[in-house]
């Protein structure tokens, strides 16, 4: 299973970025998917995920409301809007392969197995 992020780059503070996340080796159907970032010197931090079905998403209080995410099953791919970034939004932004059929959002890292090689999102103030 491979999960390949891509969207990253430089933007200036109240811009917007949207990341994409494709995986392949295995349907993305059946599986909650997550978003985690990890800013220089800090640990991975949860941001967002979505479960299988799209019904329930959750976030990160500092994202909450200029973050989206959503998944596309028919491409196999997921994606993170984000608006109004800050420079605090600075960070490797990893997508993640989490739980089958889970009904509630797992925020954990240790609760997703496969991972994405991470996209830099640097934001100018």
């Known amino acids: 299973v491979q999960l390949q992020a891509s969207g990253g780059g430089l933007m200036q503070a109240g811009g917007s970025l949207r990341l994409s996340c494709a995986v392949s080796g295995r349907t993305i159907t059946g599986y909650t998917m997550g978003w985690f970032r990890q800013a220089p010197g800090k640990e991975r931090e949860f941001v967002t995920a979505?479960?299988?079905?799209?019904?329930?998403?959750s976030y990160a209080d500092s994202v909450k409301g200029r973050f989206t995410i959503s998944r596309d099953n028919a491409k196999n791919t997921i994606y993170l809007q984000m608006n109004s970034l800050k420079p605090e939004d600075t960070a490797v932004y990893y997508c993640a392969s989490g739980p089958r059929m889970a009904a509630v959002i797992h925020n954990k890292p240790w609760d997703y197995n496969y991972w994405g090689q991470g996209t830099l999102v640097t934001v100018s103030s």
């Open positions: 979505i479960i299988w079905n799209g019904s329930t998403t």
